[in-house]
């Protein structure tokens, strides 16, 4: 019985930090290419940054790079390098493995 409990703890946990960093990461992304007509670059620089960060702490260092570089892109105002380092960054963290779900455990 203490297996299965520790099984799913690490599961559970596991699920959290992929929400805490990959979902929130997307999320933000998506929000900020969607509005990106009313975020002033500097809002853009720094959001992108974040983002770079939150891919870096689950593991995902290609969309992390190519997310510092379109911050760096967007500072130097270069906004087509920008868009087209974005997307690639958006590809990269949509090919990133999620958590695959388990059949629902029953703990007592």
């Known amino acids: 019985m203490e297996i299965s409990r520790k ?7 596991e699920r959290i930090k992929y929400v805490q960093t990959c979902v929130l990461a997307r999320e933000i992304c998506l929000l900020v290419r969607t509005n990106r007509a ?3 670059p500097k809002d853009v620089q720094e959001i992108c940054q974040s983002i770079s ?3 870096k702490d689950c593991g995902c260092d290609e969309a992390s790079e190519l997310c510092r570089k379109a911050s760096e892109a967007i500072g130097s105002k270069d906004e087509e390098k920008y868009l087209e ?3 690639q960054s958006c590809v990269k963290c949509g090919e990133a493995k999620r958590p695959a779900p388990k059949k629902a ?3 007592a």
């Open 7 to 13: 099984k799913l703890r690490e599961e559970v946990l």
């Open 85 to 87: 380092l974005c997307a």
């Open 105 to 107: 455990t029953y703990v």
């Open 53 to 55: 960060k939150l891919c």
């Open 38 to 40: 009313v975020l002033d």
